[in-house]
């Protein structure tokens, strides 16, 4: 049957039509696949600093390439310029990134401040440069006592809101301080089996995406936006421009 017409004048050009061929990739990366880890705690021992190592390792191993942002002496939102080292570090390691881990501990029932900090200082477009927007996202968390999910269950909504394709595995590792050994390293059992599923999840969709991660998020109304009549009364309103 005939479709109705999109309503409210809404224009979809044939060009923009989600197709298979859209998908297509025409150069396919050499590159191994980029990873940045952000972890949660600034604490001498501290179990997600241990967890995001394990994923590195791991990741590693896979043959990817991964970064770990070192939080120390990042300052709070707002309390610094974009120009401080430390910011322009962490932008600039995740406008390197084509996948991104965020492990944090569980405190009063949520992520750290420390993880917070650095997701806030990410913005979700600086320019014409998008430091998170297209990238595949794996969440961890660890507890001091029993097994919660508020951690990673809150991290996925900020992943969503930072536009990030966020992966269907997490790990929630509880009890860490008896996870790991005196060294810091993850001790064998099902709760570091799945610290691989998660890996190798975001491994794969990491592959699948980061070719194809400018046309996924390329959007009808940013479309409608950048659209010359549109622009043009945008500058008539703001005075650049005559009626």
């Known amino acids: 049957m005939d479709a109705d017409p999109p309503p409210h004048g809404v ?24 990873f940045l880890i952000l972890y949660g705690s600034l604490r001498e021992r501290s179990f997600s600093r241990f967890l995001a190592y394990e994923a590195a390792r791991l990741l590693q191993a896979m043959g990817g390439e991964v970064r770990i942002y070192d939080a ?18 962490l932008r600039a390691l995740s406008i390197w990134s084509e996948g991104h881990v965020w492990v944090s501990p ?23 440069v998008r430091p ?3 990238r595949t996202l794996a969440v961890m968390q660890v507890s001091g006592g029993s097994q919660s999910f508020n951690a990673v269950n809150a991290l996925r909504i900020l992943g969503r809101w930072m536009r990030m394709i966020t992966i269907p595995n997490q790990s929630s590792v509880p009890m860490a301080y008896k996870e790991f050994d005196e060294a810091g390293r993850m001790k064998p059992g099902p709760l570091y089996d799945r610290v691989v599923d998660v890996c190798e999840e975001l491994f794969k969709f990491t592959l699948l995406t980061r070719e194809r991660a400018g046309y996924l998020v390329d959007r009808y109304s940013e479309r409608k936006e950048r659209e010359p009549e549109r622009l043009e009364a945008v500058a008539v309103d703001i005075g650049f421009a005559r009626r």
């Open 11 to 34: 224009k979809v050009a044939r060009r923009n039509t989600p197709t298979r061929t859209g998908l297509q990739v025409t150069t396919p990366f050499t590159h191994a696949p980029r």
């Open 72 to 89: 120390r002496g990042l300052p709070l939102p707002d309390d610094a310029s974009p120009d401080h080292p430390k910011v322009r570090e």
């Open 106 to 128: 569980e405190r009063h029932g949520n992520m750290t401040g420390v993880i917070k900090s650095q997701i806030d200082w990410l913005p979700l477009s600086e320019g014409s």
């Open 132 to 134: 998170t927007q297209g």
